[in-house]
């Protein structure tokens, strides 16, 4: 049997400790920390949260037009399969170490450290702001979500994003098996150190983005004012349909764009047979080491 809580204010510290079956209509948690800890099977309908740790190993929760003030941070942790719908979360690092979350028209203000070590994650039509967002996480997928905030997905796996944007800076570092459509992405070193990225019909602005990655493969993507792209990257496989203003030492594979500004391939660093360009346009090849520096005309030795 359900039970119905309606247009109440709850204060004290665990409050409503354990509750289960239960539907919360209108109810604001004031001071006092943990009042929804070890709860299952609830459903809240307006509720307003305002004090820490509202949702601790809770499992099966539906919230709805929900507003998690700022003092709710560290909010829902270790929690299972909760949906989240037509919602404001003020509240900083509000998702860790849960699982099955579904995010839909929720808007992240203050998202700083949020989504750590969670799993099985779906974000549709979803707003997105602050640093470190989604930290070793896995098993996500983004549709129509637009984040803003450096340091995106750090070490995260089993990313698939449609139609969404990025403004971050270090995004999607250290990461496995990312696929990103019709997005998107702005902001330096884009996706450093990362294994088996791929890109399709996505507009990109990085400096120096796109390094160090081993697996890249791009299609129908424009990089726009991106420079020292593909630095060591190893079996690359992009088609690129804008022109790119430099490509640094790629370590192998295949890149096909309409124009290079400067090519650089130093045969001290890599093997540039290992690597096919296929650009009808290359403004200016360099062979000679720029000591990790931005190519500045005349400092190299042009063929």
């Not at 539906?62 to 037509?86: C, H, L, P």
């Not at 995010?103 to 799993?119: G, I, K, P, R, Y």
């Not at 984040?147 to 796996?157: P, Q, R, S, T, V």
């Not at 999607?172 to 459509?181: G, K, L, P, R, S």
Request: proline share 3%; aromatic share 10%; with cysteine.
């Amino acid at each position: 049997m359900t039970k119905t809580l309606k247009n109440q204010t709850y204060q004290g510290e665990r409050i409503l400790y354990g509750l289960h079956d239960a539907y919360l209509d209108g109810i604001v948690f004031g001071h006092g920390e943990s009042p929804l800890k070890e709860t299952h099977n609830l459903r809240l309908n307006q509720p307003i949260f305002q004090w820490k740790y509202p949702l601790w190993y809770a499992e099966n929760i539906n919230i709805d037009q929900a507003i998690f003030e700022d003092m709710s941070r560290s909010g829902i942790w270790y929690t299972k399969k909760i949906t989240v719908t037509n919602s404001a979360l003020q509240a900083p690092k509000l998702f860790r170490h849960s699982s099955q979350i579904k995010l839909d028209h929720v808007h992240f203000s203050n998202a700083l450290e949020t989504m750590w070590t969670c799993q099985d994650i779906e974000i549709s039509n979803s707003q997105i702001n602050g640093d470190y967002f989604g930290k070793d996480s896995q098993n996500i997928k983004l549709d129509h979500v637009s984040l803003i905030g450096n340091y995106a997905f750090d070490g995260a796996k089993n990313i698939e994003v449609h139609n969404s944007t990025f403004m971050s800076k270090d995004n999607f570092w250290n990461c496995e098996n990312v696929t990103i459509y019709d997005s998107i992405l702005n902001g330096e070193y884009l996706a450093w150190n990362t294994k088996n990225l791929t890109l399709v019909n996505c507009f990109i602005e990085s400096d120096q983005g796109l390094n160090y990655i081993d697996h890249l493969t791009m299609r129908n993507c424009r990089l726009i004012k991106t420079d020292l792209a593909f630095e060591y990257v190893k079996h690359l496989d992009a088609e690129v349909v804008s022109k790119i203003d430099s490509v640094k030492n790629p370590l192998s594979g295949r890149l096909s764009a309409p124009a290079i500004g400067q090519l650089i391939m130093d045969p001290a660093k890599i093997d540039p047979s290992k690597t096919k360009i296929d650009c009808p346009e290359i403004e200016k090849t360099f062979t000679k080491s720029d000591l990790n520096q931005k190519p500045v005309e005349g400092e190299l030795n042009e063929i």
